[in-house]
């Protein structure tokens, strides 16, 4: 059997083809079995974890590195064709003076030496029991599991990654070392154990120095008692969304974000701490610059922030009250800096297509095979003729199509010691990979920092936004799973039917959705605009007023049925 392959990471293409071996004897053996194995592989600058990765899902081995004596990341090129796993091996390891020997389907890699020790020491590590070992990772300071972070067995690429509860489970040898990592965490080392294990591991301090923005003020991060994470302007801009809600996926330990409806605009859905309600609302409470906005941060641009902080615990949201139960996500947006002008561009494209699974729909050939498969013919309608063979007409090509996304973003900062400001633009422009929905959206925003006097700093801001949607998407249920292959919405010069059911159809109960949407489509255009006047008044050097004003103007009309 022949497959074929395709890795993103370097260029590789693989064809990879399995010859019946021997029977596998229990035990150390050398390298020799590995003979029998076959493949042919076509690499250029591939790193030697993407070759180990490749020869365990084809063959079912698993690597172990020997005392981390090889380099994984070191980049390698080969093109070998119809030539054993040995033979491939030997040549990747070539520069790196290492062997390997081969035991119950594990391969040990060891640096090659002329003391023979060394091969019967790495015989002895494949030899000894694998256990199974499990245990929950949990916060070291709250106590709380962490989801979804990593477990390795160091020098090796076995490993697995945490439950919704902390917990993790994999195959390891005894007295193996484990490697946790999670974003936000130091790394931490711990030897394997049979028996269930609690790992606790801690955040990371090193930026502890840093001053973050908790409820109406700020604070060095070394002062916080409460549990927060903070995400900064850097980490919260390598993909391309309109929303915040998304671009949080992934950013942040114990806050979970699922996509929504997927249409272009849709926001995510965030959690914080897993959900703390049954029927309530567990969306958290969002502040942006000082003012609370809601449960949603509405239509800001992700481009404008400088940094949010997310305050998990109760410690950190007691003074929002009630409206901070499900987690606070405080944001901060960029000011304008002392110095000259400086102007900042950014553009960003992204794609997006719709992915069905491993569902396959039948084509008119197929579908008329299956008809003919049964047993009662004398059943079938007076249609049902061979000419169906060759009606054939693609719902799903004809719904969808890779969809684009455009981002640009244009800003101006600077001023002196007296006045500083913060201007910026932006569009977003996405197709969605369904046809025929389109959201468009633009955004202004101006950030002033006025020192009036020594003791009043004057601080307004402005934001609006205005979002265009053209909804006439087309049915994906219709696409999918109703119509037949046979019928066609367009007849033989290529017009549209117009007809709600066409007559022609071999299923009479399906309708002709693009009919409708001649006339059935909507269109709607929302504006929101925010507006701040805040103010500092300093009246010593440890005693400051600040005063927090703002007006926030939502118009979101019912969409137009056109």
């Not at 070998?80 to 491939?88: A, D, G, K, L, Q």
């Not at 005894?174 to 965490?185: F, Q, R």
């Not at 249920?477 to 919405?489: E, H, K, L, R, T």
């Not at 039917?497 to 959705?513: E, F, G, H, K, L």
Request: glycine share 8%.
């Amino acid at each position: 059997m022949e497959m074929n392959y395709f890795k993103k990471t370097g260029k590789m293409m693989v064809a990879a083809c399995m010859l019946a071996g021997l029977p596998f004897i229990p035990g150390t053996v050398s390298a020799s079995e590995l003979q029998t194995q076959m493949m042919s592989v076509q690499m250029e600058s591939t790193t030697l974890k993407e070759l180990f990765d490749l020869i365990e899902e084809k063959f079912n081995y698993t690597f172990l590195i020997r005392n981390n004596d090889i380099n994984l990341n070191e980049r390698i090129s080969i093109d070998m064709s119809n030539r054993s796993v040995e033979e491939i091996l030997t040549t990747a390891l070539k520069n790196q003076h290492a062997d390997f020997v081969v035991n119950n389907n594990r391969i040990v890699v060891y640096k090659s030496s002329s003391n023979p020790n060394e091969l019967r020491n790495a015989e002895r590590m494949v030899a000894q029991q694998t256990i199974t070992i499990s245990g929950t990772i949990v916060d070291a300071v709250t106590g709380e599991p962490v989801i979804g972070a990593n477990v390795l067995v160091k020098g090796t690429t076995n490993g697995t990654s945490t439950d919704f509860d902390g917990k993790f489970s994999l195959e390891a040898p005894a007295g193996a070392t484990l490697v946790v990592s999670y974003i936000g965490y130091v790394n931490h080392e711990v030897k394997a154990t049979s028996a269930p294990m609690t790992i606790r591991i801690k955040e990371d301090t090193q930026n502890l120095e840093e001053v973050v923005v908790v409820g109406y003020g700020v604070q060095k991060k070394e002062s916080l008692t409460g549990a927060m994470q903070v995400v900064s302007n850097e980490k919260l801009l390598d993909a391309t969304s309109p929303t915040v809600e998304n671009l949080l996926s992934g950013k942040a330990p114990g806050v979970q974000v699922t996509s929504g409806g997927g249409q272009p605009g849709a926001a995510g859905k965030v959690v914080i701490r897993g959900k703390s309600t049954v029927n309530g609302s567990t969306d958290p409470l969002w502040i942006v610059d000082g003012v609370i906005v809601g449960t949603d941060a509405g239509s800001l641009n992700p481009a404008d922030i400088e940094s949010m902080s997310i305050l998990k615990d109760a410690a950190s949201t007691a003074i929002y009250g009630s409206q901070g139960a499900n987690g606070v996500i405080v944001v901060t947006t960029k000011k304008g800096k002392i110095g000259k002008a400086t102007i900042n561009a950014s553009v960003k494209m992204g794609v997006n297509q719709l992915h069905r699974g491993n569902m396959n729909m039948m084509n008119g050939e197929e579908l008329y095979d299956y008809y003919k498969s049964f047993a009662n013919q004398d059943a079938l309608p007076s249609y049902f003729t061979e000419d169906l063979r060759n009606r054939n007409f693609d719902w799903w090509k004809e719904g969808t199509h890779l969809g684009f996304a455009q981002d640009y973003n244009v800003s101006v900062s600077g001023g002196s010691e007296k006045i500083k400001t913060y201007t910026s633009v932006g569009y977003y422009n996405e197709d969605g990979a369904v046809k025929g929905y389109d959201y468009k959206r633009y955004n202004l925003r101006f950030n002033v920092d006025y020192q009036a006097t020594d003791w009043l700093t004057i601080k307004p801001k402005v934001w609006a936004t205005r979002s265009d949607v053209m909804d006439q998407q087309q049915d994906l249920g219709a696409i999918m799973y109703v119509n037949f292959p046979w019928d066609s919405p367009y007849d033989e010069n290529g017009d549209l039917i117009q007809q709600y059911r066409p007559t022609d159809w071999v299923n009479s109960d399906a309708t002709n959705y693009l009919y409708d949407l001649q006339w059935n489509y909507e269109k709607k255009t929302s504006y929101e605009f925010m507006g701040n006047f805040d103010f500092d008044i300093k009246f010593t050097d440890w005693l400051t007023f600040a005063s927090v004003n703002s007006y926030k103007y939502n118009n979101n009309p019912l969409a137009e049925l056109i």
